[in-house]
């Protein structure tokens, strides 16, 4: 294999077949590799609450994943960014953790890209002064990080002195979290309201959750009060966010909002042209073109398709035939396909909602608010999956049909009465099918 990167890719994606996908997306795909010596591989995570989850449910995953990959027995050992280098300010540690590869030079710029294209250079070209905020949105896949990273990286290369911060919504939720219960949220304002540019991707993620809100409409204030720059990205627009304050959906609207579609054929061929370029593997015109025919909605599928036929040409030492392509395809296609939405992916999110373990959702405690976040879960259940009412009891460790339906009468009689409740249900509800 070419490189750890590489590597880490590769199993990332074996990981995936083997999780959730929200799950994925909140522990695997924040791991950044940092080093491999002998039979040991360092991976990196944002903070030490993401490194212990990620150590007690996943770490046996990712080392079934790099042996099987590699062919000899590994040992994974996860490092948070503040224990990879406790010496080196923030800015400067997370340039050197964070994602260098993507940048305008390689972001293929189309039809459907073009004006988030043009406004993430502006941006990057003149902080705060442009457009502020910046928010970004469109559907999974479409490039939007690429674009967060592009900025973070010509920043990091023409003004060299900036504090730039890329963080996901749900890193400033466990942070904030971690702060009130260590009581250290001075210190949590220090870090956060102080940098020169905030990029925070899938901000749609802080829809429902009072304290994170509450906490962001402060940071976004005082940033933009000091003149420094916030660039947001999210699946939908900040009006269908539905559990989103008013004040931060206004805020959110203040600035340019760029939206992303997907790529038309050109496009999906330049695409691929250039991860095969960057990969060092020469992909002919008809692999190309059968490929962009093919898939056509995700920019990180083809890029996935490039990647298997890179990691099989090194691995086999021979250049991938149309069978291969085709194969490639069809685990593609396999893999990232919607996951099916099961009871612990909504459970997973009503928990990071309503700030109620998935335990205790689980369980058969009768407080009060642990009462509420599990019967919103079941309802949600019962309107994503269509269970049986005695289904969703199994589920919830062992409740009868008459609990559930209880649960289900009681939520649709609190949905009517508060909209807000209707609308951070309607959130969960869309969250749990993305």
Avoid at 61 to 83: A, D, M, R, Y
Avoid at 176 to 196: C, M, P, W
Avoid at 200 to 221: L, R, Y
Avoid at 305 to 318: D, F, Q, W, Y
Wanted: glycine fraction near 4%.
């Amino acid at each position: 294999m070419e490189s750890l990167e590489q590597c880490f890719e590769i199993v990332s994606e074996y990981c995936k077949a083997n999780m959730s996908e929200t799950s994925h997306s909140l522990f695997i795909k924040p791991l950044k590799p940092v080093s491999m010596a002998d039979d040991v591989i360092t991976l990196s995570i944002t903070s030490d609450w993401l490194k212990n989850t990620v150590q007690e449910r996943y770490l046996n995953l990712l080392q079934n994943g790099f042996t099987e990959l590699l062919g000899f027995p590994i040992t994974v050992k996860i490092e948070s960014i503040s224990s990879v280098s406790q010496n080196i300010p923030l800015s400067q540690n997370l340039a050197a953790i964070g994602d260098t590869t993507n940048t305008f030079e390689n972001f293929v710029v189309g039809p459907g890209n073009r004006f988030a294209h043009a406004a993430a250079q502006a941006v990057a070209s003149n902080p705060a002064a442009a457009y502020n905020p910046l928010f970004i949105y469109g559907g999974s896949g479409l490039g939007k990080t690429h674009l967060l990273f592009a900025i973070k990286n010509e920043l990091a290369k023409t003004r060299p002195d900036m504090n730039v911060m890329y963080i996901q919504s749900e890193t400033f939720t466990n942070e904030l979290i971690t702060a009130i219960s260590q009581g250290s949220t001075e210190s949590f304002h220090n870090k956060y309201r102080t940098v020169d540019a905030l990029l925070v991707d899938d901000v749609q993620f802080i829809g429902g959750k009072e304290s994170t809100q509450e906490e962001f409409f402060h940071t976004f204030n005082a940033l933009t009060t000091a003149g420094k720059q916030i660039v947001l990205t999210s699946d939908r627009p900040p009006k269908e966010i539905k559990s989103l304050t008013e004040r931060l959906q206004t805020r959110f609207e203040s600035g340019l909002m760029a939206d992303i579609t997907p790529p038309e054929y050109e496009t999906r061929v330049s695409i691929l042209k250039r991860k095969a370029e960057e990969l060092g593997y020469p992909i002919s015109d008809d692999i190309a073109q059968y490929i962009a025919d093919n898939i056509k909605d995700n920019i990180r599928q083809l890029e996935g398709i490039v990647k298997k036929l890179s990691a099989l040409r090194i691995m086999e030492n021979s250049s991938p035939s149309i069978s291969d392509v085709q194969n490639a395809i069809k685990d593609i296609m396999r893999d990232e396909r919607p996951v099916p939405v099961t009871v612990d992916k909504i459970i997973t999110e009503v928990s990071r909602t309503f700030d109620i373990s998935e335990d205790d959702i689980k369980s058969q405690k009768r407080d009060a608010e642990i009462v509420n976040a599990r019967q919103i879960a079941m309802y949600v259940t019962r309107e994503v999956t269509g269970l049986t009412h005695e289904s969703i009891g199994e589920k919830f460790g062992g409740k009868d049909h008459a609990t559930v339906t209880h649960s289900l009468k009681k939520v649709r009689q609190m949905m009517d009465n508060d909209p807000r409740l209707k609308d951070m249900v309607e959130d969960i509800i869309t969250n749990s099918r993305n």
